[in-house]
């Protein structure tokens, strides 16, 4: 690469010459408590992007599925997030531990505005509540809670721009199937035939574990 002729930013006056200033109502739509609306998004939500970053400055970016309404509002300030079964890297949670700052992004499928929330998350391992996050009879060993700070609906340009819901647009098809990407990266060890039934019809059975 030659980096010697990039031209790099560093202040904020010049990421504006660049990029302009919001309209007062771009930068003032964001709010700190939820509206009926956001929690009707929230019902119709299976999806989010969960942000965190550690006191050392690393970043993770966790996705959270689940049947739509899966996030509940606890109130007007309140957002849990029950936590499933996954591969336990809890790269994430560990964030949360030593910087409670969060950022979520929640999606509805066909949908290309989305609901922005930020906030500080603790982590809470039982709680009344948990009993309604019951899914298919998991009950989650924990939680993310977040009390919420900001919130903002934001536009459909990037979901318009990448066609995100357009399947005319898909080609995942072309890519490495998940069985041989485990098998090139970071599982050597297993056999693709193996590895070709761990990711097979079966995978699903296994989203939610009885305890």
């Not at 006191?55 to 997030?81: E, H, M, Q, R």
């Amino acid at each position: 690469m030659t980096e010697h002729r990039w031209t790099d930013l560093t202040t904020e006056s010049e990421l504006r010459a660049l990029l302009g200033e919001p309209s007062a109502r771009a930068a003032d739509k964001d709010r700190d408590r939820l509206h009926q609306l956001d929690r009707e998004w929230l019902a119709a939500s299976p999806f989010c992007l969960v942000a965190t970053s550690g006191a050392d400055g690393t970043c993770d970016v966790s996705p959270k599925g689940d049947p739509p309404g899966f996030a509940k509002a606890l109130d007007a300030t309140t957002v849990v997030i029950p936590e499933r079964a996954g591969n336990r890297r809890a790269d994430g949670y560990r964030n949360v531990l030593t910087n409670p700052h969060v950022g979520l992004i929640f999606m509805v499928p066909g949908r290309g505005d989305t609901l922005r929330i930020n906030g500080r998350a603790r982590l809470v391992s039982d709680a009344p509540f948990f009993d309604d996050l019951v899914v298919q009879g998991h009950r989650p060993v924990l939680a993310l809670v977040i009390t919420v700070e900001q919130v903002f609906h934001h536009c459909a340009k990037a979901f318009l721009r990448s066609r995100l819901w357009d399947p005319q647009s898909w080609g995942g098809d072309a890519l490495a199937s998940r069985a041989v990407l485990a098998r090139s990266l970071d599982r050597p060890d297993e056999s693709l035939a193996e590895l070709e039934r761990y990711y097979g019809a079966d995978y699903a059975n296994g989203l939610y574990p009885q305890s």
